[in-house]
Antibody
Framework: QVQLQESGPGLVTPSETLSLTCTVSGDSISPYYWSWIRQSPGKGLEWIGYIYYSGSTNYNPSLKSRVTMSVDTSKNQFSLNLSSVTAADTAVYYC?????????WGRGTLVTVSS | EIVLTQSPATLSLSPGERATLSCRASQSISSYLAWYQQKPGQAPRLLIYDASNRATGIPARFSGSGSGTDFTLTISSLEPEDFAVYYCQQRSNWPRTFGQGTKVEMK
């Protein structure tokens, strides 16, 4: 069965770029869509965007100016970059298969934005 | 964007009781609604998709209904492992959005 695992720094400095990678195992990253979702106490669950295995993307307008996603099919991975982070970006970040329903999800990784 | 409003915020029930959770959309989303269960320290798990279809491996005590703007998740007889937070999510429009959650707690 397909499994997802997020990885990346747990602490990011304000104004810097948050970078996370999701590694997919148990199935090919093709031909699916893959999303990033975050969860914070203040804003609940928030869909960040998706990337198709071909590289096409769709981002949440609320974050679009700061988000970049990429995919590496040779490594069965996809990635998230969120620039100019502030404390409001502190959250648990999940990757999930999408684009309609989110299933399955990774276990999530807590990213704290602090100096 | 479509706003999903869940009610109640908290539901206090005993094992064996029936749980009824509501999700209301700010505009019609046809049947494009999913329900997720989240336990502490875990990721959400898909329970129901397209309003009434159980995801793989989900017990029959979970059922979903509704269309348009009003949706319901019913747990027919609560098991101890069902005490958790439940979220609804729509896939009718971009961006995808979630409700704020209903916590089902043990009375």
């Amino acid at each position: 069965q397909v499994q997802l695992q997020e990885s990346g720094p747990g602490l990011v400095t304000p104004s810097e770029t948050l970078s996370l990678t999701c590694t997919v195992s148990g199935d090919s990253i093709s031909p699916y869509y893959w999303s990033w979702i975050r969860q914070s106490p203040g804003k609940g669950l928030e869909w960040i965007g998706y990337i198709y295995y071909s590289g096409s993307t769709n981002y949440n307008p609320s974050l679009k100016s700061r988000v970049t996603m990429s995919v590496d099919t040779s490594k069965n991975q996809f990635s998230l970059n969120l620039s100019s982070v502030t404390a409001a970006d502190t959250a648990v970040y999940y990757c999930a298969r999408s684009p309609g329903w989110f299933d399955p999800w990774g276990r999530g990784t807590l990213v704290t934005v602090s100096s | 964007e479509i706003v999903l409003t869940q009610s109640p915020a908290t539901l206090s029930l005993s094992p064996g009781e029936r749980a009824t959770l509501s999700c209301r959309a700010s505009q019609s989303i046809s049947s494009y609604l999913a329900w997720y269960q989240q336990k502490p320290g875990q990721a959400p798990r898909l329970l129901i998709y397209d309003a009434s279809n159980r995801a793989t491996g989900i017990p029959a005590r979970f059922s979903g209904s509704g269309s348009g703007t009003d949706f319901t998740l019913t747990i027919s007889s609560l098991e101890p492992e069902d005490f958790a937070v439940y979220y609804c999510q729509q896939r009718s429009n971009w961006p995808r959005t979630f409700g704020q959650g209903t916590k089902v707690e043990m009375k």
